[in-house]
């Protein structure tokens, strides 16, 4: 895994609680990234090291800076802290990029679907603008869901692309909250719906493809009004930011001790119910490797030793993996003589 040290170029206030971050690219070996992959940004809070993934907002060879847009979370430890404390000139440290969730070139495409809501439309943002530059026989199409007007972030980028695309791309916004609403064609209230994804599928030019990031219930929905549709599911893409736990996965999961040998030393761990190894062994202060926190990377992988571990939450199968090999953020012991080595 590289590491880099970026220098704060921009702090560009995006709505009221979001921000984008502008980092200079480093003058002799540029960072090489796809759209709608992330950045990983490192803190060190209070004496404690914070890592966490953010999704490029800027696209390779349109942007000249790296970009990445954060939203406050309520609570949230690094999101405050980006929106209110980091500033021009800041140095902070960076992992490689990494992620899966990029377009793919298929010639015979005709119309990519884009379906996002709140901060979501991040990742997204950075492919449109690829889609809109690079690719001008392809149909692009945004389905975005907000609060209200005054929380869509990229607001002003997006009616631009819109003015210049004209002919190409199309957006639908939906607020579940705006007070002052002004209808036409494009403008809708509530929440996206199966009603609505109907509705736009049979006006869309095919073949097509569709890119989904937002919250489990805007997925659901989309992903499955689409397979009901007879869409392809191979054509149904989506970036996922939480691991999904069904309860019934914890059944057998007890309060146990682990043994973690990490850089050539051996920790004992309790772990109680329902906590991951990587989450117990960050809150005794062990600084391990880790990054998108959703089992989709490998850098918190371990290797077992002894003992059963439990995968819970992954959202596809990881065949690149041994059978000893686990990613800690997603793994639950399931007996008392488990060792893992990192």
């Known amino acids: ?24 690219q480093p003058g002799l070996k540029k960072i090489k990234y796809l759209s709608g992959q992330y950045l990983t940004l490192q803190f060190r809070i209070n004496g404690r ?101 005054s929380s869509v972030i990229f607001k002003d980028q ?16 939906f607020y579940s909250k705006e007070e002052f609403f002004n209808e036409d064609s494009h403008n809708y209230r509530g929440r996206i719906d199966s009603g609505f994804v109907k509705s736009l599928i049979s006006n869309i030019e095919y073949p097509s493809r569709h890119y989904i990031c937002g919250p489990i219930g805007l997925k659901n929905t989309v992903k ?26 914890f059944k057998e999961i007890k309060d146990q001790e682990i043994y973690l040998n990490f850089a050539g030393i051996e920790s004992k761990i309790s772990i109680k119910s329902g906590n991951s190894v990587l989450e117990e062994a960050l809150e005794v202060g062990l600084e391990l490797p880790y990054s998108c926190q959703t089992g989709n990377c490998s850098t918190c992988k371990g290797t077992l030793k002894s003992g059963q571990l439990k995968m819970i939450g992954l959202d596809k199968p990881r065949n690149d993996l041994k059978d000893n090999e686990f990613l800690l953020c997603c793994s639950y012991p399931l007996t008392n003589n488990v060792c893992i080595e990192i």
């Open 1 to 24: 895994m590289k590491n880099y040290t970026l220098k704060v170029q921009e702090v560009r206030k995006e709505t009221n609680d979001t921000v984008t971050i502008c980092f200079k």
């Open 224 to 249: 499955e009004s689409l397979i009901n549709l007879g869409e392809n599911i191979n054509n149904v893409f989506s970036e996922d930011f939480e691991l999904i736990k069904n309860p019934e996965d």
């Open 49 to 149: 090291r914070y890592i966490r993934p953010y999704s490029f907002s800027s696209t390779p060879g349109i942007d000249s800076t790296l970009d990445v847009t954060v939203k406050r979370v309520p609570g949230g430890i690094v999101s405050n802290y980006i929106n209110d404390v980091v500033k021009v000139e800041d140095v902070i440290e960076v992992q490689e990029p990494l992620g899966d969730f990029v377009f793919e070139l298929d010639e015979s495409l005709n119309s990519v679907v884009f379906w996002g809501v709140g901060s979501g439309i991040t990742p997204l943002f950075s492919m449109i603008k690829d889609l809109l530059l690079n690719h001008s026989l392809i149909n692009v199409y945004l389905v975005y869901g907000n609060r209200s007007n």
């Open 158 to 173: 997006l009616e631009k692309l819109k003015i210049n695309y004209s002919k190409r791309f199309k957006i639908y916004n």
